[in-house]
């Protein structure tokens, strides 16, 4: 029943629509996670503003379900790294020993990106220390039809802070086919509100191939 109640609740934040994977960490058995997030972005040079209003919004659902102590399946909702619409189903196993404090998981979707199937293999590297922790995962969206591929890659630091408030800082890095790499910072604030619920606020910068400047919101739900 805790899987059906978390899945309505996810249902429910798609209006906010985010991303927040365990990534090498699997999943415990039996729980779920789903994480809502928009985006609304403006030029960095500001002489170009026309008004306050957002040239950009971006939305995300993410949800994980650990089925087994050692497979995590979930779903990828909202926009890929071309900025297409995107449904992605996927499952991640850990790779290693579960004692090993490098932790190392490959993962394998498949889905759809603006109407054409997607192959999407996967792999996540993570590291814990201590209250904190670091990670890299790194994603090819493979078009089954054209063969083309985009890549994408996260890395990430984390920092527990005071009763559950999370500290982190994100690069995402990537590059669609026949485009420009770029790279954007986002750092993160996560904040409780209730025994399963937390707020996500923070920002996002260009730094690379992207010459945005944003501020997100989300939610993250644990059960």
Do not use: C
Not at 181 to 186: G, L, Q, T, V, Y
Request: proline share 4%.
């Amino acid at each position: 029943m805790a899987m059906i109640r978390g899945l309505r609740l996810a249902v429910a934040l798609a209006g906010l629509a985010g991303t927040a994977s365990a990534g090498a960490w699997p999943r415990e058995e039996g729980s779920l996670f789903a994480s809502s997030l928009a985006r609304l972005s403006w030029p960095q040079d500001t002489t170009t503003w026309t008004s306050y209003e957002p040239t950009g919004e971006y939305y995300t659902l993410y949800v994980e379900y650990g089925l087994t102590e050692r497979l995590t399946v979930g779903l990828d909702l909202g926009r890929a790294i071309s900025g297409g619409g995107k449904d992605v189903a996927f499952v991640r196993m850990p790779l290693g020993r579960a004692e090993r404090r490098l932790k190392l998981a490959a993962e394998l979707g498949l889905g759809q990106i603006e109407g054409n199937a997607v192959l999407r293999p996967g792999l996540s590297l993570g590291l814990g220390l201590g209250h904190s922790w670091l990670s890299a995962d790194g994603l090819a969206e493979i078009s089954l039809g054209s063969g083309e591929t985009d890549y994408k890659l996260d890395l990430t630091w984390g920092l527990t802070l005071w009763e559950e408030r999370k500290l982190i800082v994100q690069f995402q890095t990537g590059q669609q086919f026949g485009d420009p790499a770029f790279i954007r910072i986002e750092p993160t604030l996560v904040q409780p509100l209730t025994k399963r619920l937390k707020t996500q606020v923070g920002g996002s910068y260009g730094l690379l191939g992207d010459t945005s400047m944003g501020l997100t919101f989300g939610l993250w739900a644990e059960f």
